[in-house]
């Protein structure tokens, strides 16, 4: 029995072997998962603030009238998104399954689109270039599991 030791291409943790892509593609799994789930739920238990927030910021602009819709189906996305993200890096790392990663990410990309949608049509540059570094990561992140 191995508690820890290191090939070239893996990772030996009590005779379970993991390949340093897949811990590659679970680490930025569970990272986005945090991210997304935490911002989906402060959504959910700030609901009444969230939407102040989000209908002054459209006030002025063609989305006006859809901000409820669209706090819903951004925080639904993003709690989805969340929860296959973590739930997919334990399928990855421990059942070599990258469906339920890739979905999360799937859904973590279309989110954070939608995200940057709004800021940029409510002329929020600055809260959009904060946007980018997560797309990137998530975009690394399907790479990844398309190399498993």
Same mark, same amino acid.
């Given at each position: 029995?191995?508690?820890?030791?290191?090939?070239?291409?893996?990772?030996? @943790?009590?005779?379970?072997?993991?390949?340093?892509?897949? #811990?590659?593609?679970?680490?930025?799994?569970?990272?986005?998962?945090?991210?997304?789930?935490?911002?989906?739920?402060?959504? #959910?238990?700030?609901?009444?603030?969230?939407?102040?927030?989000?209908?002054?910021?459209?006030?002025? *602009?063609?989305?006006?009238?859809?901000?409820?819709?669209?706090?819903?189906?951004? *925080?639904?996305?993003? #709690?989805?998104?969340?929860?296959?993200?973590?739930?997919?890096?334990?399928?990855?790392?421990?059942?070599?399954?990258?469906?339920?990663?890739?979905?999360?990410?799937?859904?973590?990309?279309?989110?954070?689109?939608?995200?940057?949608?709004?800021?940029?049509?409510?002329?929020?540059?600055?809260?959009?270039?904060?946007?980018?570094?997560?797309? #990137?990561?998530?975009? @690394?992140?399907?790479?990844?599991?398309?190399?498993?």
């Amino acid at each position: 029995m191995s508690l820890l030791s290191f090939t070239e291409e893996s990772l030996v @943790f009590f005779d379970n072997e993991f390949s340093y892509i897949s #811990i590659i593609g679970a680490s930025i799994s569970v990272f986005l998962g945090i991210v997304m789930t935490q911002s989906g739920f402060d959504k #959910i238990f700030n609901w009444e603030g969230e939407l102040d927030f989000i209908t002054g910021k459209f006030a002025k *602009t063609p989305l006006a009238n859809f901000s409820a819709f669209g706090l819903i189906q951004v *925080t639904i996305f993003e #709690i989805l998104s969340g929860v296959l993200s973590i739930f997919g890096s334990i399928m990855a790392l421990f059942y070599n399954d990258y469906s339920y990663g890739i979905m999360g990410l799937i859904l973590a990309a279309s989110s954070l689109a939608i995200l940057m949608l709004g800021q940029r049509i409510s002329k929020d540059y600055e809260g959009a270039a904060v946007l980018v570094p997560y797309y #990137i990561l998530t975009m @690394f992140g399907l790479f990844v599991y398309t190399q498993l």
